[in-house]
């Protein structure tokens, strides 16, 4: 293999188009259906055709990519299904919009013409988002992309449809849905986004029967009223423990409706009767079940109001609120208006406020299917991770309703249902009919709702696999070994997910579910093009490269917190990339070719501790990744890479390197350096694979792709304490001369004297040992172990474990001068901090100035005070060796 050298400076975006094409032409990434290894398999969550790369994509993705690198170098045979979401509303929306520029609609093609219309849209624009998850380095085995509309999904959606209604499982039913008034379709609770608005409740009198007095509700929807058919007291609500009336008026509509009593009716808020509106609101609809009340529907599919509603028949539904509002006021019966601020769904896609409707839908019996998903997590089958969100998903189990599963568009997999024209009979078949089994009639219409995108998505981790069919990709990789995930669709396709893969395949879809946070901006607060804070990853990625950003996100991924996201940190991990680069080049000028062993007989205490500290992080490194501890993986690999090999192995080891006499221990110091450098490469891909492959082509003694490589066991010499304990007396030494040094205002070209006191006999053991190391790395001129030393005259003391170091600085420093130096240094200080207190001491300032403006001010006055502290620390110093 040819090995090429490095350029001077690292440049990521030539280094990752290269790899990842090598990457794919090398098919690295693929799963082995036929494998002996220990299978290890995630299906992507899919992203919809629409989308692009945003921020909890590039979590997710980078996650998901370091656990499958991970293992690959753990020697598992890897499965990462891709693929993509055909997100019924949303692509029908984005293809609407298309059809509404060129002047025409989807009713003006007819269905299979608007199909073809998205199918095409798809073709053209539906792998934006692979293309993008491939720009982050994601190891997908892209041969077996799916596609939750390609046939052979399809076919496992008309299965399942099919044997769920069989069942009894599926049922047609009146139920309240979410509504959007602008899309045409029912909304599943995901597809509907809370905002609180500035709204009202409205006091009004519905009189009783007979003309008197009467009750009153309060409501946010005096629209909806026109379609009440009770009003509802609590049964132990003592205020109405005398009421004799039993139905009352109900205002503008002159219509009496019964009040009745239900235990639903809160107590402890407003008047305590409640207006009771079946058609138009979810709780209202239980009581009208428990009371036997009919449902009026006032408010239409296109958010107009129904001829059931009277003189407001035909008024949009806002316009018909204020109407509503002003009769009221004429006919006496507005008690009263007070000012609400309160939450309200509007449509995920159109923002249209959500009107809560009377339909006719589709619906899966949930709590049948519920019960093994929930004893699956209770018996440990499946983990949730962390087990904070287990309560989560036992409370919403335990109290599933439902699942609306009809959406009344076009795109998506039409319901295999089929209704004859002639009889009435309803057909639900894995194909279309030719004839009604029940008259024989050939007159047929299929059902036009589409299911659900969320009932597609819960068959993924089988139905990607081949199910119905048993394949061998199924056998070996299902269940699956963990879905990473966002908590924000725990139910709504995890829990979904785990009802279906139980009830299908009889067996959990996965091992572990990982609930990853929310990525935020640098101020902890969400993402969002209104406030202006949107950090687009790919942008990051063009700036930065690809593995500064993904080794960001690692490090700040910690269990149960949410990402705080901004340049800075990611341009800090630049940095990082760059100082393994350029550790390589260094290294790589030494290393000319690969070592099979470890010439232990001739290596030195930092070979000795730099294998130790190697085992070490390995170990570290492993444990964290299996416990989905990224930022922990993520920090042990940081501090081994550069603040162990890189500051202190490679600046320790340059005499040796640079000895032109050679010899074995010469010898043996590049054999250790090419073994922690090669395994230092791998523990780090999972989570920078790019620089980390650029870097290996060019190592001697490495044979194809990284990908290939396995993860470091346990080297020999293995784990040697004795060595560690040496050289934290020598880095602490070393480190307190030279934090002395730069306290003081001493050039590096001035060489120093120090002696050291040892508590302990081997500490002065460990500096005698290493006196050559200490010397070179501190720059001084001697270094010396006296265990009944005095303190010297214009010494300065560094406190180690176990010992005390004296630096000689008689001669070396002018200390009235010094003083002086400090003292102007605290004194302007001083200034700065007292206008500084001043004004975070201003209650106007801190109540009027943005916060990030206080944030700022109160961040550079924590620094500037620990910066006084630091010099007024050395100038106490520089006083106690002036006595």
Known sequence: MSRELLDKSYSPEDVEKHWYAYWEQEKLFAADETTTKKPYSIVIPPPNVTGVLHMGHALNNTMQDIMCRYRRLKGDSVLWMPGTDHAGIATQNVVEKKLAAEGTDRHQLGREQFIESVWEWRKQYGSAIINQLKRLGASCDWDRERFTMDEGLSRAVRKVFVQLYDEGLIYQGDYIINWCCRCHTALSDLEVEHEDIDGAFYHIRYPFADGSGGLTVATTRPETMLGDTAVALHPDDERYAGLTATTVTLPLMNREIPIIRDTYVDLST?????????????NDFEIGKRHDLPSIKVIADDGSM????????????????????????????????????????????????????LSRQWFVKAKPLAEKAIEAVKTGKTHIIPESWTKTYFDWMYNIRDWCISRQIWWGHQIPAWTCQGCRRMVVALEAPDVCPDCGSTDLVQETDVLDTWFSSALWPFSTMGWPDQTDLLKTYYPTSVLVTGFDILF???????????????EIPFKDVYVHALVRDEEGKKMSKSKGNVIDPLNVIDQYGTDAFRFTLAAFAAQGRDVKMS???????????????????????????????IDAANISLQDRWILSRLNRVARQTEEALDAYKFNEAAGAVYQFVWHELCDWYLEAIKPTLYDEAGGAAKSATLSVLWRVFREALVILHPFAPFVTEEIWHSLPGTEGSIMRASWPETLTPGDDPDAEAQMQTV?????????????????????????VQPEDPQIGDAVEKNRDLIVNLARLSDIRVDASVQRPKAAATVLIDGATVFVMLEGIIDFAQEQARLDKEIGKLSKELSGMNRKLGNEDFLKKAPPEVVAGVREKHAAMLEKQHALEATRDRVQAMME
């Not at 002003?326 to 509007?346: Q, T």
């Not at 991990?573 to 290393?591: D, E, G, Q």
């Not at 307190?736 to 001493?746: D, H, W, Y």
């Open 270 to 282: 407003g008047t305590g009767a409640l207006k009771v509106t079946p058609a138009h609101d979810p």
């Open 306 to 357: 129904t001829e059931e509603a009277g003189r407001f028949a035909s008024m949009d539904r806002f316009a018909c609120r204020k109407a509503v509002v002003e009769a009221l006021k004429a006919e006496g019966l507005l008690e009263r208006i007070e000012p609400h601020r309160h939450s309200v769904g509007h449509c995920y896609r159109c923002k249209t406020v959500v009107e809560p409707n």
């Open 492 to 506: 709504f396709w995890v829990a979904r997910m785990m009802m279906m893969g139980i009830h299908f395949m009889d």
């Open 567 to 597: 340049e800075k940190r990611v341009e800090g991990y630049r940095h990082f990339i760059n100082k393994l680069w350029n550790a390589a080049r260094f290294s790589l000028m030494h290393l000319e070719r690969g070592f099979d062993a």
């Open 731 to 755: 880095m602490a030494t070393i480190t307190g001369i030279r934090n002395v040094r730069g306290e003081m205002n001493i050039a590096p070209s001035t060489a120093l004297e120090a002696v």
